[in-house]
């Protein structure tokens, strides 16, 4: 496969790190899926909007002023 077709490669946000988390929680993803190396995937729940970025060494979050690594996700998420 050729790094322009690699880089077209559809991901569902099912199959996606943060997923399970998120919705354990209580969000919603908004963002049903994505293409490329590096994917941003939106979640929302209540007047929460939470971005989960995926992919070639982009494994991150952000929401409400914050922001950190996948290992951060889980203790973010309790405090909402």
């Known amino acids: 496969m050729n790094f322009q077709k690699a880089n ?3 991901h569902k946000v099912e199959d ?7 919705v354990e929680y209580g969000f919603t993803p908004t963002t049903k899926e994505a293409t ?4 941003r995937y939106v979640y929302t729940k209540d007047d929460h909007k939470v ?3 995926t992919g070639a060494s982009s494994d991150y979050w952000q929401g409400d002023g914050e922001s950190g690594y996948y290992g951060t ?4 998420l309790k405090t909402k």
């Open 8 to 10: 077209e490669t559809i």
């Open 51 to 53: 971005i989960c970025v």
């Open 73 to 76: 996700l889980e203790a973010y």
């Open 16 to 22: 996606q790190w943060h997923y399970r988390l998120m």
């Open 36 to 39: 490329g190396f590096v994917r």
